[in-house]
């Protein structure tokens, strides 16, 4: 359950644009003022991260309940309103009318009309949204019902399946097909139509198609170095003194690699439990953390401001070692045996991590 923010627009007295008119209609008792809006052309989101423009931001004033956005576009267009803890999605194309009738803040929920593209996405949006706070829910109540989170991930997917199957030539189908994920996702992809391939919304799929076959290359990957057999690969990163730090090194020890960042806040959740194993195992354990995807300096804040007892490296831009270790998500904890043998891979923060730990350091 996921996805996508953005990026840019230019030169808004440009010849040949159109312009596109979004009228949002707040609740009635809504206090004027100033909404953030982003925009961006949607053929910007085909290219590569590193490649593409930072979105364009506007404040426009909510004035008598009503946000007017107009803007001259060349090119179909993705707003983002962000409105309490959710946003308005709206994509128009030029000289098109969207009109947004906002009828709940918290929860957020509103409907579109204007154009068919954008009156069924608000529809799924609604109906999507509800599954997601119920999986919200789930998620933060103790303790929490694993079998009842799944459930709720099938239902979320399904009923995006379900409209897919049952309006294959409707170009919000493909709305459908961005929510989705692994291999229900490329199975709508291999299905999408001949002519929606035309539609404002196809460059976005392309974009996740390519995105999806990684990810699932890398799951892959991950159920084959749980084998058991799989050589851990050797990585050589600096450590706070600057030092080359191996993972060769410890060869003869149980080594936690425990992938994570200052920005990633299960990461940081898990510190105490972490502490505690390394303070528990430690001769035969040694934990080296890998910073990952922030600056240098933000990491050295980090270790100094959680205090982190073990070996701390630095991952810099440009190395191979997330690609190595499959890692998708943070914090990814890798096991490895003393003999240098991947025998655990844990991604997110999941308490049975320890457990099993445990079992292999005491060879249960």
Same mark, same amino acid.
């Given at each position: 359950?996921?996805?996508?923010?953005?990026?840019?627009?230019?030169?808004?007295?440009?010849?040949?644009?159109?312009?596109?008119?979004?009228?949002?209609?707040?609740?009635?008792?809504?206090?004027?003022?100033?909404?953030?809006?982003?925009?961006?052309?949607?053929?910007?989101?085909?290219?590569?991260?590193?490649?593409?423009?930072?979105?364009?931001?506007?404040?426009?004033?909510?004035?008598?309940?009503?946000?007017?956005?107009?803007?001259?576009?060349?090119?179909?267009?993705?707003?983002?309103?962000?409105?309490?803890?959710?946003?308005?999605?709206?994509?128009?194309?030029?000289?098109?009318? +969207? !009109?947004?009738?906002?009828?709940?803040?918290?929860? =957020?929920?509103?409907?579109? &009309? *204007? /154009?068919?593209?954008?009156?069924?996405?608000?529809?799924?949006?609604?109906?999507?949204?509800?599954?997601?706070?119920?999986?919200?829910?789930?998620?933060?109540?103790?303790?929490?019902?694993?079998?009842?989170?799944?459930?709720?991930?099938?239902?979320?997917?399904?009923?995006?399946?379900?409209?897919?199957?049952?309006?294959?030539?409707?170009?919000?189908?493909?709305?459908?097909?961005?929510?989705?994920?692994?291999?229900?996702?490329?199975?709508?992809?291999?299905?999408?139509?001949?002519?929606?391939?035309?539609?404002?919304?196809?460059?976005?799929?392309?974009?996740?198609?390519?995105? +999806? !076959?990684?990810?699932?290359?890398?799951?892959?990957? =991950?159920?084959?170095?749980? &084998? *058991? /057999?799989?050589?851990?690969?050797?990585?050589?990163?600096?450590?706070?003194?600057?030092?080359?730090?191996?993972?060769?090194?410890?060869?003869?020890?149980?080594?936690?690699?425990?992938?994570?960042?200052?920005?990633?806040?299960?990461?940081?959740?898990?510190?105490?439990?972490?502490?505690?194993?390394?303070?528990?195992?430690?001769?035969?354990?040694?934990?080296?953390?890998?910073?990952?995807?922030?600056?240098?300096?933000?990491?050295?804040?980090?270790?100094?401001?959680?205090?982190?007892?073990?070996?701390?490296?630095?991952?810099?831009?440009?190395?191979?070692?997330?690609?190595?270790?499959?890692?998708?998500?943070?914090?990814?904890?890798?096991?490895?045996?003393?003999?240098?043998?991947?025998?655990?891979?844990?991604?997110?923060?999941?308490?049975?991590?320890?457990?099993?730990?445990?079992?292999?350091?005491?060879?249960?």
């Amino acid at each position: 359950m996921k996805r996508i923010l953005a990026a840019t627009l230019v030169a808004l007295g440009a010849s040949g644009m159109t312009m596109a008119d979004v009228t949002v209609k707040m609740p009635a008792g809504t206090q004027d003022g100033y909404y953030t809006v982003y925009r961006q052309l949607i053929n910007e989101q085909t290219k590569p991260a590193s490649e593409r423009s930072k979105p364009a931001v506007d404040s426009v004033k909510l004035v008598n309940g009503v946000l007017n956005i107009d803007f001259k576009i060349e090119e179909p267009v993705q707003f983002i309103i962000p409105v309490e803890r959710r946003a308005v999605l709206v994509y128009a194309q030029p000289g098109e009318n +969207v !009109e947004v009738d906002v009828t709940s803040l918290d929860p =957020l929920k509103y409907t579109a &009309s *204007g /154009t068919p593209l954008m009156t069924a996405i608000s529809d799924l949006k609604n109906r999507g949204d509800v599954i997601v706070e119920e999986y919200r829910t789930l998620a933060t109540t103790q303790p929490v019902n694993q079998s009842a989170m799944e459930a709720k991930r099938n239902e979320y997917a399904e009923m995006f399946k379900n409209y897919i199957a049952a309006n294959p030539d409707n170009p919000a189908s493909l709305y459908a097909v961005l929510n989705l994920e692994g291999d229900d996702f490329l199975a709508a992809y291999n299905a999408i139509p001949e002519a929606l391939k035309s539609s404002i919304l196809y460059p976005m799929v392309e974009v996740q198609k390519n995105s +999806v !076959e990684r990810e699932l290359a890398a799951e892959r990957k =991950l159920e084959a170095m749980q &084998s *058991g /057999t799989y050589d851990a690969p050797d990585f050589t990163l600096k450590n706070l003194e600057g030092k080359d730090i191996k993972l060769s090194d410890y060869r003869g020890k149980w080594v936690i690699i425990d992938f994570w960042g200052s920005w990633c806040g299960w990461c940081i959740k898990g510190f105490p439990k972490l502490k505690d194993a390394y303070e528990q195992y430690q001769p035969e354990l040694e934990i080296i953390g890998v910073d990952c995807n922030e600056p240098e300096a933000n990491w050295r804040k980090g270790v100094e401001k959680y205090q982190l007892p073990w070996v701390n490296v630095y991952n810099p831009e440009g190395t191979n070692i997330l690609a190595d270790y499959g890692v998708t998500g943070f914090p990814t904890k890798v096991i490895v045996s003393p003999e240098g043998k991947i025998a655990n891979v844990t991604v997110g923060e999941n308490p049975s991590f320890f457990d099993t730990l445990a079992k292999l350091i005491n060879g249960k």
